[in-house]
C-alpha cells in the first residue's frame, strides 16, 4: 500500500501537467462557461494561481514521499513549476481562440510562490503539515523492508 502510494506521488505531478496540457490546448470556455462574463473571467484568472501552485505542491509531494524534499530540492520544484508555467503560456499562444500573455506567467509564478512559502513556513520551519505526514508514511514503508 504504501509503496503504491509513493508510486502515485511520484508520477502525479507528471499526470497534471498532461493535464495543465490538454486543458490549454482547449477553447476557454470549454471547463467552465458561466453565464455572468465578469465572475466567469474573474474565476479563470483565478485559477492559473491554483494550479500552478498545485503543480508545485504534487511536485513537493513526489518529493517527500522519496524522503528528498530539501530546501534545494524545494527551489528546484518550484522553479520548475514556474518554467512550465512559461511554457504553457508559449503553447497557448499557438492555440487558435487562446492567448497567452505576461500577466498570466506572473499569476502562475504568483501561484507557485504562495505555495513555495507555505511549504517553507510548515514544513521546513515548523515540520508539520500533510507532506511530513507524507514523508512519515513512506518513511515507514522503507525501514519496513
Known amino acids: 500500500m504504501r509503496k503504491s ?13 498532461g493535464a495543465i496540457w490538454y486543458m490549454s490546448s482547449q477553447p476557454d470556455d470549454l471547463i467552465l462557461d458561466l453565464p455572468s462574463s465578469s465572475v466567469d473571467h474573474f474565476i479563470k484568472e483565478a485559477l ?11 511536485f513537493a509531494a513526489a518529493l517527500a514521499a522519496h524522503g528528498k524534499l530539501t530546501s534545494t530540492w524545494s527551489i528546484l520544484a518550484a522553479i520548475l513549476a514556474s518554467l512550465y508555467g512559461i511554457c504553457d503560456e508559449i503553447h497557448q499562444s499557438f492555440i487558435p481562440a487562446r492567448s497567452a500573455s505576461l500577466i498570466d506567467v506572473i499569476k502562475d ?37
Open 5 to 17: 502510494l509513493k508510486v502515485l506521488l511520484t508520477v502525479l505531478p507528471f499526470i497534471y501537467m
Open 109 to 145: 509564478v504568483i501561484g507557485v510562490l504562495a505555495a513555495y512559502f507555505h511549504v517553507r513556513y510548515h514544513y521546513f520551519k515548523h515540520h508539520r503539515g500533510f507532506l511530513t505526514i507524507i514523508e512519515n508514511m513512506t518513511r515507514k514503508a522503507v525501514s519496513s523492508r
Open 48 to 58: 492559473h494561481l491554483v494550479e500552478f501552485a498545485i503543480l508545485y505542491m504534487l
